[in-house]
């Protein structure tokens, strides 16, 4: 594929979700499966904006807010980062706010259920389980831990290739962003330029996994249950396990 058919490719596919992309934005998200330096980029004519979205940096200062009061409460959260539309940088204004969240292994549904609980007890505005998306409400639509932290094959696509180089790290723990980042290679095939900005790591470092293996595993499988079949009636294409959960994809 040449340098000018990816940057077509690049600009229809933001213009799909209404986006109008930078110089900046369309190197960092170039589709192609070869590195391209900045300077290639810019040899090549093609229409740019300089537009700023409105509703961007209000949603963001919002997120930030919430990143503080979690990062302060939950310690084996390890990662909070933002997501969809706002981390594309082109928010529409009734758009939610999707969140990924990493924790430290066999703690993912301890923790989902402890933040659950936090968020109501705050009467932070947040998107359940099978509702549709209200403006500003915070949708932690995509959970990992530690141990989990590749997507697996059936999620392998474009649209999770471009999602993965353009979340935005609020709360980063043990260097979990770059391992999640280094443990997900399979990108490069589609966003090669994006994916070696992003890939700060040589080979994967596993880093310190939860050693409390046995009593952490019991809690995790226990309280997974009551959640799953809370959730079960309305489970379409979503992945739910006792280590990732990707919610609304």
């Not at 900046?24 to 090549?44: A, P």
């Not at 924790?103 to 932070?124: D, G, H, Y």
């Not at 099978?130 to 639509?141: L, P, V, W």
């Not at 770059?178 to 040589?202: D, H, M, Q």
Request: aromatic residues 12%; hydrophobic residues 40%.
């Amino acid at each position: 594929m040449s340098i000018s058919t990816s940057i077509k490719k690049t600009i229809a596919y933001a213009k799909k979700y209404g986006g109008n992309l930078t110089e900046k934005q369309l190197f960092e998200r170039l589709i192609s499966n070869k590195v391209y330096l900045r300077k290639e980029i810019s040899n090549v004519k093609f229409p740019i904006s300089n537009k700023k979205d409105k509703y961007l940096k209000e949603k963001i200062e919002k997120a930030k807010e919430l990143a503080k009061l979690i990062n302060k409460q939950f310690k084996d959260i390890l990662f909070l980062g933002i997501t969809g539309s706002v981390a594309a940088g082109y928010p529409k204004n009734e758009d939610d706010i999707d969140l990924m969240i990493i924790t430290k292994n066999n703690r993912l549904w301890i923790l989902r259920l402890k933040l659950r609980i936090f968020i109501a007890i705050n009467k932070i505005p947040h998107r359940k389980f099978g509702e549709k998306e209200k403006k500003d409400d915070f949708c932690f639509n995509l959970w990992l831990d530690e141990k989990a932290l590749d997507i697996k094959d059936k999620k392998q696509n474009l649209k999770n290739a471009i999602d993965l180089i353009l979340i935005k790290p609020l709360i980063n723990k043990n260097k979990i962003y770059e391992r999640f980042i280094s443990a997900n290679g399979w990108a490069k095939k589609w966003v090669a330029t994006g994916y070696s900005l992003k890939n700060t790591l040589p080979s994967l470092e596993k880093g310190e996994l939860n050693n409390n293996i046995f009593f952490d595993r019991v809690v995790n499988w226990v309280v997974f249950w009551p959640q799953f079949w809370y959730m079960r009636k309305r489970i379409k294409n979503e992945k739910i396990n006792l280590h990732q959960a990707f919610f609304h994809h």
